[in-house]
């Protein structure tokens, strides 16, 4: 079996050099929401999810984050072949906000 790789240096969100149904296979590890190694990337994909944090809001800023990156995932269906698989890569987090330890659902709410 061939296989074929490029390296394509572009946002997921919008992978237009991909045709439609023509990947066999996804792998990918985002960033993970509610995580604060990453928080600095999803201040930048959604600013009201940084606010949500000022106002102690953790589920808010969960929902945000995920929304961001919502539309990876639309894409990812996308370019996907019938059949394909999406190999996802992510964490549940744990954190707390204003004295409230909560755990943030991710591998679910993805
Ligand atoms: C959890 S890290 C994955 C690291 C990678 N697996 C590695 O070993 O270096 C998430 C990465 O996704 C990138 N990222 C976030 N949003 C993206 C997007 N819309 N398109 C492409 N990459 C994105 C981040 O910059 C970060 O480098």
């Not at 201040?43 to 990156?69: R, V």
Request: proline letters at 5%; charged letters at 20%.
């Amino acid at each position: 079996m061939s296989t074929l790789h490029r390296v394509l240096v572009q946002n997921a969100k919008s992978m237009k050099s991909l045709k439609s149904g023509s990947v066999d296979l996804v792998v990918t590890s985002p960033p993970y929401p509610m995580i604060e190694m990453w928080d600095d990337v999803f201040k930048k994909m959604t600013p009201k999810a940084n606010q949500a944090f000022k106002e102690n809001n953790g589920n808010t800023a969960f929902e945000l984050m995920h929304e961001a990156l919502d539309s990876v995932w639309k894409e990812v269906v996308r370019v996907l072949k019938n059949g394909g698989f999406a190999c996802i890569n992510i964490g549940d987090a744990t954190r707390t906000i204003n004295d409230n330890f909560m755990l943030y659902p991710n591998h679910s709410r993805l």
